[in-house]
């Protein structure tokens, strides 16, 4: 695919943890990607996208349609505002498809790759930052 080999390594493993579609792997990740982008500490995310190769390309590219900070519409309002970006990336996850149980499926796996190839501390504190995040690293 067009992604690079690592972000491809990760859609993959999400497929097999989740068995949604490549595709819907690929917009679900780019969803949780962009969260963590627009919520977590920059200087740390920074820190991490280094690491994860095509990360931020991806959160770009699948993660950008209104619901981070300074997006439009009601979703925009919700993920700077009283909802917070998790619960926004939970209802663009939902939107795009995905059942809660896929949506575990791929927050766990996610979260399991970036410990193998950032390493839990940088991981920790990344989702540390980001309210309603840490309680699952």
Same mark, same amino acid.
């Given at each position: 695919?067009?992604? $690079?080999?690592?972000?491809? @390594? +990760?859609? $993959? ?10 595709? /819907?792997?690929? /917009? =679900? %990740?780019?969803?949780? +990607? #962009? %969260?963590?982008?627009?919520?977590? #500490?920059? #200087? /740390? ?6 690491? %994860? ?10 993660? =950008?349609?209104?619901?981070? /900070?300074? &997006?439009?519409?009601?979703? =925009?309002?919700?993920? &700077?505002?009283?909802?917070? =970006?998790? +619960? !926004? !990336?939970?209802?663009? +996850? ?17 979260? $399991? ?11 920790? @504190? ?6 309603? %995040?840490?309680?699952?690293?």
């Amino acid at each position: 695919m067009r992604q $690079d080999s690592r972000m491809q @390594e +990760l859609i $993959d493993r999400i497929v097999t943890a989740s068995g949604l579609s490549p595709e /819907k792997a690929e /917009k =679900g %990740l780019g969803i949780m +990607l #962009n %969260l963590i982008q627009t919520q977590g #500490n920059q #200087n /740390k995310v920074q820190e991490l996208f280094d690491k %994860l190769p095509g990360a931020a390309e991806l959160a770009r590219a699948q993660g =950008g349609d209104g619901a981070g /900070k300074g &997006g439009g519409g009601l979703l =925009g309002m919700l993920a &700077g505002g009283m909802m917070g =970006g998790p +619960l !926004a !990336a939970i209802s663009k +996850l939902s939107a795009a498809g995905l059942s809660m149980d896929q949506i575990k499926a791929l927050g766990t796996t996610t979260l $399991d790759y970036a410990k193998e190839k950032a390493g839990a501390p940088l991981v920790k @504190e990344v989702a540390g930052s980001i309210p309603g %995040l840490s309680g699952y690293v």
